[in-house]
């Protein structure tokens, strides 16, 4: 007579749960390793030999010629943190931009230096029609930020 194996319940579950968590890990290193490229999302795009993701858009006379300030706020897990962005814009192409940090938390300060100082050559050149950007050099909830200066600056620049 065979005699089949029996598993606890218990133990099958652990087993389920260990493969759960295995599974898991895999893929939130996967999107770890596709995050921590600079790109910027938008919505007609193309691809560019870099990596970065660029607007199609050909309609750049929905924006005046300037340059356009405006502050963008985010929520950090130290609380809600800003930034400064300035923009000028021609022929509905941004052609310069500053960044001014302004966190109050330790990491924030880190996070916004360093999309600080990589987030510029993803916009200079670019056209300002649904333009964003999403991870920046691992910062990730400074890009909100952005987004939201930038959509200030977008209705404020509007013809």
Do not use: W
């Amino acid at each position: 007579m065979e005699q089949k194996l029996k598993i606890h319940p218990a133990v099958a579950a652990l087993i389920v749960i260990v493969l759960i968590g295995i599974v898991t890990s895999v893929v939130i290193i996967v999107n770890s390793a596709n995050n921590n490229k600079a790109v910027t999302d938008t919505v007609p795009t193309s691809r560019s030999e870099n990596g970065t993701t660029t607007v199609d858009s050909t309609d750049t006379s929905d924006y005046k010629d300037g340059t356009y300030s405006a502050t963008g706020s985010y929520l950090s897990p130290g609380g809600r943190e800003s930034v400064a962005l300035t923009v000028t814009i021609k022929d509905g192409v941004i052609t310069d931009t500053t960044f001014e940090a302004d966190a109050s938390a330790a990491d924030s300060r880190q996070y916004q230096a360093q999309f600080a100082d990589n987030y510029k050559a993803l916009v200079v050149g670019k056209k300002i029609n649904g333009l964003s950007l999403s991870r920046v050099a691992g910062s990730s909830l400074t890009s909100n930020g952005f987004n939201d200066a930038l959509d200030e600056i977008r209705d404020d620049a509007r013809a």
